[in-house]
């Protein structure tokens, strides 16, 4: 897309405030009432969904409220629980490794500091970003699934590398709506914005805002429709064509079958009369032999 970077930052903006307009609701999917319980839960939802999570996740921290019952925990009890957020074995290392950190470097605590929170285990980037943005209200992007993808279908990032695409909408979004265009755009890409199926019908940035409006999904059949009914015309007309010789062909056929049909019989004639012929010559003969 050619386009300033003074433009894009304009229509980021314009898209921010139409998302604000479509989705006030619009906010972390997670439950939580703690920033160590979003540092969890976050951990927990990779890769998983976060209505299953949040199914997860209050008995889970019932059992487990802190980072001390986490770490002193029987991995094996840990596992059973989370079990449902897939990869559960994993999840249960992390977790329970984030945890014996924070007891042995933060005092128990979760840290602000994106240095420290990246040196947890199971914690990346988009981790740390959105437990600093949500919990502690530091803006962070927070590249998740639909931030990579939306914001690429919008022509606010070429990247798609998370951290490549951080830095683009970092750099053309005010530092105070970072935290909040993620959660917008989560919503819309929930909700509208489906990977398989974008919804640009109903889509609130489908006029001029978004470059990809009706070219991707199902959208992109109505692009493509005329030109795969073209094809398939075609296609057809070639087939009649071939039928229409064939049909010729074999009435060719017919008639050159009916001719020699016709012929048959004068030919037998003529054939029975030259025997005939034949035989009375020959007893002509042998009548001329005997007298
Ligand atoms: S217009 Fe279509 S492609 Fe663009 S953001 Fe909306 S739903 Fe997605």
Avoid at 15 to 34: F, G, T
Avoid at 51 to 56: M, Q, R, S
Wanted: charged share 30%.
């Amino acid at each position: 897309m050619n386009e300033t970077a003074a433009a894009r930052a304009e229509r980021a903006i314009e898209i921010y405030d139409q998302l604000e307009k479509r989705y006030p609701q619009a906010r972390c999917a997670l439950d939580y009432e703690s920033p160590f319980q979003l540092l969890v839960a976050t951990i927990l939802a990779a890769q998983c969904t976060d209505k299953k999570v949040n199914e997860v996740t209050p008995t889970l921290f019932r059992f487990y409220p802190d980072p001390l019952a986490f770490a002193e925990g029987k991995t094996g009890a840990i596992e059973e629980w989370i079990r449902p957020c897939g990869t559960y074995r994993n999840k249960t290392k992390s977790i329970q490794g984030a945890c014996r950190m924070l007891l042995a470097k933060h005092d128990g605590e979760v840290p602000v500091d994106l240095d420290d929170l990246v040196e947890l285990p199971g914690v990346g980037r988009k981790t740390a970003n959105v437990v600093r943005g949500c919990a502690f209200g530091v803006p962070g992007i927070a590249t998740d699934t639909h931030v990579l993808r939306i914001s690429k279908l919008l022509g606010l990032t070429e990247n798609d590398k998370p951290e490549k695409v951080e830095a683009d909408l970092a750099e053309i979004l005010p530092e105070d709506r970072w935290t909040r265009y993620c959660h917008l755009v989560q919503f819309l890409g929930r909700h509208c914005c489906k990977a398989r199926n974008p919804d640009c019908e109903t889509c609130v940035l489908n006029d001029g805002l978004c470059p990809s409006a009706f070219t991707v999904g199902k959208n992109a059949k109505t692009i493509e429709a005329p030109a795969k009914a073209g094809a398939k015309k075609a296609a057809g007309k070639k087939t009649a064509k071939k039928r229409a010789a064939k049909k010729k062909a074999a009435k060719k056929k017919a008639a050159a079958k009916k001719r020699s049909a016709k012929k048959a019989p004068a030919k037998k004639k003529a054939a029975s009369a030259k025997s005939a012929k034949r035989g009375r010559a020959k007893k002509k003969a042998s009548r001329a032999a005997k007298a």
